[in-house]
Structure formats: structure tokens, C-alpha cells
């Protein structure tokens, strides 16, 4: 077990249960979602199964997910599955082994890689956000909206829980939260990186007083059904954490709060004054290798290619970017058992954007440093010679430019994938 993990099953989702966007057409990660499902993908296949409303998002009842992808791979006839732990890298012996020992890899199996590599290892830390008790939220003050009504997975347009603060009311709390007791680092840990895209909220805070209205409190697309001729100041949102509807994870709240101060800061905001929290917030620290530099194109490591690295660990962020690698590592380390050699996916594609990213693809000039980062459309190449027109034949003008670009490589990724499908 880890400090960030609660049960024994796989696939246990510690921090957020949600996939992010699903939208394939026009978002990343969305697109990322769907090449996975082409791909016969198991965490693809169990997310669908146990999606929950979460507006244009993909999340997932984590408790029945875990369950699910556990059974699965403890009947298939072909996986045996053994609990302990491998102090340092894998005998040679073993032959053809992956390593997705995820970001809460253990000191001896860092200790040996560096050992093997002579490269220095790199770390951030990860903040978890707390989960509330939806029946101790106060919806004379909450209500049910997604942003602009969105509708996503088994979703109806009103998926998240609200809770509007005025102009006092946030202010109050950003002092409350940028002044309260936070996790003590030891010695070794004080130097290293938070991920930009997963920032504790009062780190957040501390970067200037507007910063969470412009980031998780954005009080845009959203019309409190209380006093609808009032815009709130700032809002913050809940989204459902499991299939009963009972319990409601705060969206952007990771924190590394003391649990004592963080139900105190958190019951200042509106309508969570009497919050019960089944899961205060935390943090952990996540390893990751300096993959450009270690692995070659089918995901080895140079001075021991009988070692493949997958997911988190080699330097991606988010449950499904993780899934990603481990999709594809899975698959080349079958096709050499047999004998083969599966290439990467194409680079046009989230899929072998991803590898792009982690075997080098992304690096440039002296500058360049390597960090875990999110599937984006930034990863992938342009399209050549297009048309700035919108789906119905207008022209697209501003931002509809960006949501042509980001379909046509959409588009494009979801034919060229069909290459790389088995």
C-alpha cells in the first residue's frame, strides 16, 4: 500500500473520478478516449460501463471501476496476478517485462534505476481533493448546473453541484486559504515541482487573489436558480463521485491543507458550512524517469532492452494518458513475444503524440526540459493546407478558427489510428 491509496484493487482512482472531457472532436483528451476505444482498450471499455453525469466530462463510479477491472484481469486464463513487492529492477531472467510501477514508485525501485541509468531521477508531488457528503450540502444556497448547460456522458445538463460566493465572501476565503497550516515537506522533498496542471488550490491562491476566478471558481456559464439577477463573484463546484449520487468530489480543491484547517477554510463557502467530507484532501509524491534520455521508440531502456516503462511513471499525466502508454507498451511487448515488432502510432494521433512526447519527439534547443504533461493538441502536428470553414460552410473567424484546427486534427487522428488498430 501508499499513503495515497485506500483498497487493494487495480485501477483505484486516488485523486480525481473523472476521465476530463470526452468530447473527441474538440478536446484532447476526448480524442484520446476514442482512439483508446478503437483500440479495445479494458479502462476505456470499464469508464463507459460505470460513467457517471458529469457534464461534458467522462467520470466514473470508482469504487465499481476498480472492481470491475480487477475481476477481469484476475479470470482472464492467461494473467496471474501476485501481490508483494520487487525491491529493485527485474532479473534479466525474466526477459520481456514492462515497469508501470505508477508515481508512487518505491524508493528501492527509483534507488535502482538510477543506479542503472546514472540519470538523475525527477519528482513533483500530487494533491488530492476532498469528497463531500451530498446530503450535508445546503441547497437553499447550492444547485445543480453544468457550465452553459452542458450535456456529456449520461449526463443532463445540470451535473455539478454549485455554490456562488460574493466579492466578501471569496476574499474572505482566499486570506483563510492562503493563511492556513499546510503539510510539513521533509528535508529531501522541498525542492521539488509541483505539476503545473494539478496545482494544490492555495498554491493557486498564493499566485494572486483573482486566480481561482479565473481558474476552478470561474463563475461563468452558470445562473444561481436563488437569485438570478445577481452574478456571483465566484463559484465553486462539486461533481458526483459515485454511482448512488451520494458522495461529490470538490472539482480543482487538491490541497495540502492540514485536514483540521481544510474542513474550517472549506465550510466558509456557501452551502458547504455544514460539510461532511467522506475524504478530507492530501498529497503525495509521484517519480517519474527522464524518459527522452532512458527509452528508446518501443518504450525500452537503452542499457536494458529486455525493460519497457509505461504509464505515469515515464512522464504523463492523468489516469488515461497513463492507461495510453500502458496500452501501447502492452501491446509492443506482445507483438516481441511473438516475434515481432509493433511500431509506435502515428505522430498525427493522441496516441503517438504521447510516445512522441516521452521518447524525445517534443524536445528543442538548450532550453528544453522534460516535464510529465497532459495530452494536448499542442503534442501533435498541424494540418496542412486547411480550410477555415465551419462545419456548416462559413467562415470561421476568432476562436471558431481553434475549434476548426482541433477538429481537423481530430478528424485526421481518428483516420489515421485505424492503421495502427488491431
Known sequence: MTAAHQTGGCAELVCSNSFRSDDHLGNAVGLLHEEMRRNGSLIMGMGDLFQLPAGGALAVDRDAFSDAVTTLLSQHPNITIEYGEVAGLPPREWGNTIIATGPLTSDSLAKSILAETDEDSLAFFDAIAPIVYKDSIDFDKAWFQSRYDKKGPGGDGADYINCPLDRDQYYAFIDALTSADQTEFKDFEKDTPYFESCLPIEVMASRGPETLRFGPMKPVGLTNPHNPTVKAYAIAQLRQDNGLGTLYNMVGF????????????????????????????????????????????QLRLGSRPDLRFAGQIMGVEGYVESAALGLIAGRMAAAQAKGDALDPPPPTTALGALVEHVTGGFMDGPKAKFQPMNVNFGLMPPVDNLVMKNPDGSRARGKQKTRVKR?????????????WAP
Open 254 to 297: 487538491q490541497t495540502k491543507m492540514k485536514y483540521g484547517a481544510q474542513a474550517d477554510v472549506i465550510r466558509m463557502i456557501p452551502g458547504l458550512e455544514k460539510a461532511v467530507f467522506a475524504r478530507l484532501g492530501g498529497i503525495h509524491r509521484n517519480t517519474f524517469i527522464n524518459s527522452p534520455k532512458l527509452l528508446d521508440r
Open 407 to 419: 477538429r481537423a486534427m481530430a478528424e485526421r487522428a481518428l483516420a489515421d489510428i485505424g492503421s
